[in-house]
């Protein structure tokens, strides 16, 4: 006897993602109502360590980084009109701020 096969719903949109997902990161949270909006520039602290970093998976990841004791955060985007590919929170933070505003991320709270 065969197991039946596997058809992609094509009204939902559901498929096989889950070979596409090493699933060893975690993936943020769908922004909540309320959620903070973060300010994105261009330009980093300068050469850094990534400390956590979100799945690549999805069209936005995100990575915690550590530059000389300050984090800041990055976003790594698939190219669209509207977002640079590459691009850094404004605000910087130490290690426990930092860490804080990681889990609004995580959570849906901020982006």
Same mark, same amino acid.
């Given at each position: 006897?065969?197991?039946?096969?596997?058809?992609?719903?094509?009204?939902?949109?559901?498929?096989?993602?889950?070979?596409?997902?090493?699933?060893?990161?975690?993936?943020?949270?769908?922004?909540?109502?309320? &959620?903070?909006? %973060?300010? &994105?520039?261009?330009?980093? #602290?300068?050469?850094?360590?990534?400390?956590? =970093?979100?799945?690549?998976?999805?069209?936005?990841? +995100?990575? #915690?980084?550590?530059?000389?004791?300050? +984090?800041?955060?990055?976003?790594?985007? %698939?190219?669209? =009109?509207?977002?640079?590919?590459?691009? $850094?929170?404004?605000?910087? $933070?130490?290690?426990?701020?930092? =860490?804080? $505003?990681? =889990?609004? #991320? #995580?959570?849906?709270?901020?982006?």
């Amino acid at each position: 006897m065969t197991a039946p096969a596997v058809v992609p719903d094509a009204a939902t949109g559901e498929d096989d993602d889950e070979e596409d997902c090493p699933g060893v990161s975690p993936h943020p949270a769908v922004p909540r109502p309320g &959620w903070t909006r %973060l300010w &994105w520039i261009e330009e980093s #602290l300068g050469r850094g360590r990534v400390v956590a =970093h979100t799945c690549a998976c999805q069209m936005t990841s +995100y990575e #915690l980084v550590c530059c000389g004791g300050v +984090y800041q955060f990055c976003r790594r985007a %698939l190219a669209r =009109h509207d977002v640079p590919p590459v691009s $850094w929170t404004a605000r910087r $933070w130490w290690i426990e701020e930092a =860490h804080e $505003w990681w =889990h609004r #991320l #995580l959570a849906g709270q901020s982006r």
